[in-house]
């Protein structure tokens, strides 16, 4: 399987990040070894000080697609669920000032946090609310009603250049509010108020 990124997907991260808003979604990877195992800590990596966590909406790939329209996106996929895209902010700093690619960033090991799915029949997804909690307080409270780019416009853009298949993720990119972690954390995902992951950091 293979994880799909969208980065620069709302707004007012774009900004807090002081980015360019893009023409097109940015788009990145994450292999499979990327993958948390469920229930194991988070370590951060001692190559970097600055870890941040980014709670994303998670899409679920159900079969093969390639060259999907928008208006059958919908047909690939029946679960929605939550991640964070852990992100080593520092070294993504020093790729972006050399123009080089994110993946030490963002594709190392323990970087993909993916939670539990709900059937997508559960959610209004044009309108579907999510948060983090960071210690129990809420850091990153977003809506996909603000997406620049929506759940099926990514599915069909992503399926120009790669081919879905089922048991992909694709990751549609955080709202603000990102942060670092350090250890100790205890991290919640919430989606419609259900809890989808709860990680602790070390
Ligand atoms: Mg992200």
Known sequence: MKIICIGRNYAKHIEELANEKPEEPVVFLKPDSAI?????PFFIPSFSEDVHYEVEVLV?????????ATRFA???????????DFTARDVQARCKEKGLPWEKAKAFDGSAIIGDFFPKTDFDLENLSFQLLKNDSVVQDGNTSNMLWKIDELVS????YFTLKKGDIIFTGTPDGVGKVKENDVLVGTIEAKESFQIRVK
């Not at 948390?36 to 194991?40: A, D, E």
């Not at 919908?74 to 964070?84: A, T």
């Not at 853009?157 to 120009?160: D, F, W």
């Open 36 to 40: 948390l195992p469920k229930n194991n």
């Open 60 to 68: 679920k790939i159900n079969k093969v697609g390639k060259h999907i």
């Open 74 to 84: 919908h047909k690939y996929y029946d679960e929605i669920g939550l991640g964070i």
């Open 157 to 160: 853009y992503v399926s120009q």
